[in-house]
C-alpha cells in the first residue's frame, strides 16, 4: 500500500502553545487529505478535509481558527493546533487517498499515516 | 440510525478458528468498502477494500460484499494472536469515509 508519513509522532507542550503536525505521502500524490482525532477507547473523529491549493473543509463543530490546515502541495499537509489546552490532548492521525485503476470512479482508498499523540499539560 | 454500524464486540476466538465480522450502512449510494485494522496505540491499517458483490480474497482474510442486503463482512482463517485488534468498517458514500465504531477481536492462543 501506499506510505504516509507524520511527523512529530509524540509531542508534549505546555498549554497555550502551538503545536504544528506534518503529513506527507511518500510514494503517491495526494489531491486530499484528511485529518482525525482519536480519543482513547473511541472511534476515529474527522475533522476535516484538506484539498492541495484550497482551504479546508471543516466538520461541524470542529474549530477552523483554532485547528489551522495548509496544503501546501499534492505531498505535504499541516495541521497546527493553535494555544493548546489539556483538552486538545488527543491522538492526530492524518490520511491521504489515492484513486485505484480499474474501479468506479468514486473508488478512492484511504492511508493512514502513524499519528502524532499530543498531551498539553 | 448510525451509517455504518458493525456488530458490538468484544469477539474472542481461539487461535486457528474462523473470526467472521459484520458491518452493515445505511447509504446505498455507498459504492467503496473497506476493512481497517487498528493495534492499540497505533494507527489505522488499511487491509482489504472491496467494490463489486461477492467475495474478494486475499491470504487470510475474505471480505464479502452484498448492496442489495446492504452489508459486508470479515472473515478472519486461522486466527493467529497478532490478528488481536480493532476492526473498522467503513464506507465511501461521497469523498469521506464513514467509519463503524469497531469489532475488538481478541485471539486466544
Known amino acids: 500500500g501506499a506510505v504516509v508519513s507524520q511527523h512529530p509522532s509524540r509531542v508534549i507542550c505546555k498549554s497555550g502553545t502551538s503545536v504544528k503536525i506534518e503529513c506527507r505521502s511518500l510514494?503517491?500524490?495526494?489531491?486530499?487529505m484528511f485529518w482525525y482525532r482519536q480519543f482513547p477507547k473511541q472511534s476515529l473523529m474527522l475533522m476535516a478535509t484538506s484539498n492541495e491549493g484550497s482551504k479546508a473543509t471543516y466538520e461541524q463543530g470542529v474549530e477552523k481558527d483554532k485547528f489551522l490546515i495548509n496544503h501546501a502541495s499534492l505531498t505535504l499537509s499541516t495541521l497546527t493546533v493553535t494555544s493548546a489546552h489539556p483538552e486538545d490532548s488527543s491522538f492526530y492521525i492524518c490520511s491521504a487517498s489515492t484513486s485505484v485503476a480499474g474501479g468506479p470512479s468514486s473508488y478512492n482508498e484511504q492511508f493512514f499515516g502513524p499519528g502524532t499523540r499530543l498531551t498539553v499539560l | 440510525q448510525k451509517e455504518v454500524e458493525q456488530n458490538s464486540g468484544p469477539l474472542s476466538v481461539p487461535e486457528g478458528a474462523i473470526a467472521s465480522l459484520n458491518c452493515t450502512y445505511s447509504d446505498r449510494v455507498s459504492q467503496s468498502f473497506f476493512w481497517y485494522r487498528q493495534y492499540s496505540g497505533k494507527s489505522p491499517e488499511l487491509i482489504m477494500s472491496i467494490y463489486s458483490n461477492g467475495d474478494k480474497e486475499d491470504g487470510r482474510f475474505t471480505a464479502q460484499l452484498n448492496k442489495a442486503s446492504q452489508y459486508v463482512s470479515l472473515l478472519i482463517r486461522d486466527s493467529q494472536p497478532s490478528d488481536s485488534a480493532t476492526y473498522l468498517c467503513a464506507v465511501n458514500p461521497d469523498y469521506k469515509l464513514s467509519f463503524g465504531a469497531g469489532t475488538t477481536v481478541t485471539v486466544r492462543a
Open positions: 510514494d503517491f500524490q495526494a489531491t486530499t
